[in-house]
T-cell receptor
Framework: SAVISQKPSRDICQRGTSLTIQCQVDSQVTMMFWYRQQPGQSLTLIATANQGSEATYESGFVIDKFPISRPNLTFSTLTVSNMSPEDSSIYLC????????????FGPGTRLTVL | LAKTTQPISMDSYEGQEVNITCSHNNIATNDYITWYQQFPSQGPRFIIQGYKTKVTNEVASLFIPADRKSSTLSLPRVSLSDTAVYYCLVGDPNNAGNMLTFGGGTRLMVKP
């Protein structure tokens, strides 16, 4: 199974600042994703991180607020920009391994609190 | 995408069998049913996937009736460590975009 790490695991930030979350996978994968999980809620897909091109965002999420990079097949970052308390959530990255869309692997998540 | 409906929460006791049902009335021909488990402070992890009839692995069983409009995740003899949120997803695994929508999930509480 895939091993996915995220950094930081948690952070407390002031409103108006930005935070970049890193996601590293241990094998070359074709698809990486970013999700948000608000307290007590289910997961909501933010975007698909595309290698070498702009991310594909879901409805309600925009690049200016959540810029995403994916410089290679095993690494991606999500930035939460100009944060407000409403951005307090857990942010998770995930990947679907090459050739298999049956099982998605998730990182441990980054717990963000915005004051 | 097929919409799924699950109970919001369930309680059980250690040693009991737990059955969590998911409704997916508009499931498509190519759709599979996938269940994930999420512990507090962790990302979801895959439990089981099936297309029809019954699938069993070391963790759970998945029962799917002939019409495939629902499915039941069965956890045998639960322990306190099975306390988690369980998500049912329905989608065509040949299309990655179909495998990314999580429903509300069922919060299972196992009591001593």
């Amino acid at each position: 199974s895939a091993v996915i790490s995220q950094k930081p695991s948690r952070d407390i930030c002031q409103r108006g600042t930005s935070l970049t979350i890193q996601c590293q996978v241990d094998s070359q994968v074709t698809m990486m994703f970013w999700y948000r999980q608000q307290p007590g809620q289910s997961l909501t897909l933010i975007a698909t991180a595309n290698q070498g091109s702009e991310a594909t965002y879901e409805s309600g999420f925009v690049i200016d607020k959540f810029p995403i990079s994916r410089p290679n097949l095993t690494f991606s970052t999500l930035t939460v920009s100009n944060m407000s308390p409403e951005d307090s959530s857990i942010y998770l990255c995930s990947e679907l391994p090459t050739g298999s869309y049956n099982e998605q692997f998730f990182g441990p998540g980054t717990r963000l609190t915005v004051l | 995408l097929a919409k799924t409906t699950q109970p919001i929460s369930m309680d059980s006791y250690e040693g009991q069998e737990v059955n969590i049902t998911c409704s997916h009335n508009n499931i498509a021909t190519n759709d599979y049913i996938t269940w994930y488990q999420q512990f507090p402070s962790q990302g979801p992890r895959f439990i089981i996937q099936g297309y029809k009839t019954k699938v069993t692995n070391e963790v759970a069983s998945l029962f799917i009736p002939a019409d495939r409009k629902s499915s039941t995740l069965s956890l045998p003899r639960v322990s306190l460590s099975d306390t988690a949120v369980y998500y049912c997803l329905v989608g065509d695994p040949n299309n990655a975009g179909n495998m990314l929508t999580f429903g509300g999930g069922t919060r299972l509480m196992v009591k001593p």
